[in-house]
């Protein structure tokens, strides 16, 4: 058996020393030195090689080296081959951080005093308490509990959405569609933390804006084809939100004439709201080993049916 990383240079490094010591019966080998194919039993990608189980016919399971999976294509890989996706804690704590900051921009206008600092511009305006925002977030999954927690910590009044119902202390769960609307209906600053799949693929669209109170805020960290771009230019020109913070883009990188860049209203980041730091996420994949050899089920392990 043998573990193969097809990945940066920077985690090829630190992960070998990491299973030499933690897992020094797995060999562990890096693409493209794949070695002997028929041993690679577990492969960790952010994109996997085309033609997987004609490659690597004994490969047991499928590591995606961050916390979505919305790169692979689910059909393509056969079924009896598990997909894990990465959970460790120093990707959820710069997932927190990025919102608390998006949130707080938002409630203490610093998209405003941005765009009038390049003015030379210098205007008060009455400033709002986080107690006057409702911030609804999206998602109420690894990252997105996490967040709704913290920011309930910071004094915002919190609500959250997902597909099954939750119970967080002191944040009010919407659950299914059934509740989508009303859970919009009471957001002030919506925060995207959605997985990629077919049910959200433009769920960030003109009908969810309108939903939405009028002067709405959003802060998207999903995935960029979530939202449907050019509805989120109609909100924001016709006022329905007021500012958008974006980590993520459709496509990426935005390319440079998109009229976005130039909006004061909006503050586009690169895709770095987090991601998995190369020791901690070797250490998830190595323990996830270690679990897999206890025939116990990895963390992270993905509903093929429900995409994520
Ligand atoms: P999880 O899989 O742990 O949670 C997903 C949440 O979304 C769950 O609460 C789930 O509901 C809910 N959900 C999924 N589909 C629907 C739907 N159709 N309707 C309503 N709710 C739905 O994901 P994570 O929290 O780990 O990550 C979320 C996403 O954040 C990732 O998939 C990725 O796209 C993005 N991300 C972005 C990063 C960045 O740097 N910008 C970094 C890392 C992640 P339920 O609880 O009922 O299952």
């Given amino acids: 058996m043998s573990m193969l990383l097809k990945s940066t240079a920077e985690r090829a490094d630190v992960w070998g020393r990491l299973f030499a010591r933690y897992l020094p019966d797995v060999p562990f080998r890096v693409w493209p030195d794949i070695g002997d194919p028929a041993e690679v039993e577990y492969l960790a990608t952010w994109v996997p090689p085309e033609n997987l189980l004609e490659q690597f016919p004994n490969l047991k399971i499928l590591f995606s080296v961050g916390a979505g999976i919305d790169q692979f294509d689910l059909s393509r890989i056969p079924p009896h081959i598990q997909v894990v996706r990465t959970i460790e804690t120093g990707l959820t704590d710069g997932m927190v951080a990025y919102v608390q900051f998006a949130v707080r921009a938002i409630q203490r206008d610093m998209l405003r005093y941005i765009h009038q600092q390049r ?31 913290s920011l309930r910590g910071m004094g915002y009044v919190t609500q959250g959405w997902a597909r099954s119902r939750h119970d967080i202390d002191g944040v009010k769960c919407f659950a299914g569609e059934a509740e989508r609307m009303e859970f919009l209906a009471t957001t002030d600053i919506l925060v995207c933390l959605l997985p990629l799949t077919v049910e959200t693929t433009g769920i960030l669209n003109r009908d969810l804006f309108a939903q939405l109170p009028r002067g709405a805020a959003l802060v998207q960290c999903g995935r960029g084809r979530q939202m449907v771009m050019d509805d989120l230019m109609a909100a924001l020109e016709e006022g329905q939100l007021a500012a958008a913070i974006l980590d993520v883009t459709d496509p990426e990188p935005l390319p440079a004439d998109h009229p976005l860049w130039d909006r004061p209203d909006v503050l586009i980041t690169p895709h770095i709201a987090s991601s998995t730091p190369a020791e901690s996420g070797g250490m998830t994949i190595i323990n996830n080993i270690r679990r897999y050899l206890n025939n116990e089920a990895p963390v992270g392990l993905v509903d093929r049916a429900m995409g994520y």
């Fill in 119 to 149: 003015q030379h511009v210098w205007q008060a305006r009455p400033v709002r308490s986080a107690s006057q925002f409702r911030v609804g977030v999206m998602g109420l999954g690894q990252l997105g509990v996490p967040v709704a927690q």
